[in-house]
């Protein structure tokens, strides 16, 4: 499962362990219940794992593994937690989506502290035979990518607003100098402000860290669409 | 004003390297000084291989090469700076130290030489405070490795003059670099994004979220990022990346950055509305 790597770090201070994980080539039967536009085609009827799409989700102990598919929410708020001893047959999911752009192939895939390694297994080899790339993670706010990557986006506005480039130039910035396919503004403008408001302030919410507190641009864009304000220019 | 004539200092450094061969490959004549002749003979070598590849490469004529080269001085000698047009300093990042060279350069340099800094983390207004020509210096902040990446992020002290700005933005064009206006504030665009982001990719690490090893795909798949960060941070460097989060750190309780750079610049009392005479 493992392949050999690398690494060293000019400070002498590695990160990266070199473990890679090969891709899983056979996944057990699933049975899929509910709906999301984000898994149009996974279908499934059968086998001994259910697969909960659009946020339900029912306990069932009887299964290998019971995965729910989460909006910004943790799974803790479908399974409960206790005393940082939670964890059952219970996996999250989410396919990475950039607001209102099209889904990655990205899934998260979201543990609690006592959950079963039956249940991450089988949960990664479903999707990871349906093509999706997995990445592991805690069942904290934002998962990694939105985790990561919201208060860049909210730097970046905020930046705007202070004058410190144009639009144009802090992305060109960001493309030219870090290899970034769009820039952190083109990026959040096309997922939608106003979408990046309801994340960040889930986030917000469920941190308290400043650096997730929507900004100006993100609270305006989410008047205008909710409160019937001026809709920002086109 | 035209300049023909580059001036870079730090040259037997990373950065200072990689600019110097900017300015040669773009046929500027290009004073390359260093404190250190040692690191000018690496860099010399260093230099003749870089332009070797791009010979065999088909980018550069052999003919370009030998040119290139030709127009590369190495000098320890702060008088052979003179009578360059801009001098770019691209030395150790420490306030004194470079507002010291800038001084001594105000000295030996004629009247309309540009001075140009390479810095990272300190404020161009404040590198320029005190040089005796503080309305002739520029932020140029290259990327690593200066030969290679093509941005550059200007930025102005708040006595740089519009002919200076001007002159030294049409610069990095002829020298086919692309620039990028920014303020002169901490991390200019590129760090300020990319510290943040990177501490915050190590606390999640501390906090066990994820393996480093999943951080960098779910950004690489999630996001297109060509590099994870937690690849870009063993690049850089934790040590580095520590430096560069001390010098952002902000505090309720230092002065902030428009205080600090008025302070350097010596500005009238009356242009933040503060009365300096009250002496509060
Ligand atoms: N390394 C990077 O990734 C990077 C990127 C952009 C900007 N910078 C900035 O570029 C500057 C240089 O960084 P570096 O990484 O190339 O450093 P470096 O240590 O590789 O090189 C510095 C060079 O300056 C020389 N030097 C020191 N004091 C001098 C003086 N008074 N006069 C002449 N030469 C002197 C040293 O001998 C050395 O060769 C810093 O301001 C840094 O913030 C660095």
Redesign the pocket.
Known sequence: MVAAGRLGNKSGQGLLTGLTRQKATEAPGFTVLGHSANFDDLKGTGGDVTLHLGGGYAPDASKTAVLVELGSECLGQHTGEHMGQEGSNAVGFARYRNGSDAPSTLIEIVHQPNTSDAAIEAARAIFEVQGFDTVLCKDLAGRIVDRLVRPKYNDALRFLDEGLATAEDMDKTCCMGLGYPVGPLARVHSGGLAQHFEISKALHDMTGLPGYAPVRRAVVAKAAQTGGMAKAAE | MTITKIGV??A?????AGIALVAARAGMQTVC????PD?LARQRAAAQKFFGRSVDKGRMTQGDCDAALARMQDSSDLNDLADCDMVIE????NLD?KKD?FAKLNAICKPDTIFAS????LSITQIAGGCGREDRVVGM????PAQVMKLIEMSRGINTSEEVFTAAWDWTETAGQIPVETQDKPGFILNALLVPFNNDVLRAIEAGLATPEDIDTAIKVGLGYKMGPCTLLELIGLDTQVLLGEAFFPSRWTPAPPFRRSAAAWWPPDVLGINRAKGC
């Not at chain 2, 037997?12 to 200072?16: D, I, L």
């Not at chain 2, 000084?33 to 250190?36: A, C, G, V």
């Not at chain 2, 691209?90 to 990042?93: K, N, Q, S, W």
């Open positions: 200092c730090g037997g450094g990373t950065m200072g000084f260093d404190l250190s690191a691209a030395i150790f990042e130290v060279l390479n810095t990272s983390t902040h290259f990327c690593l």
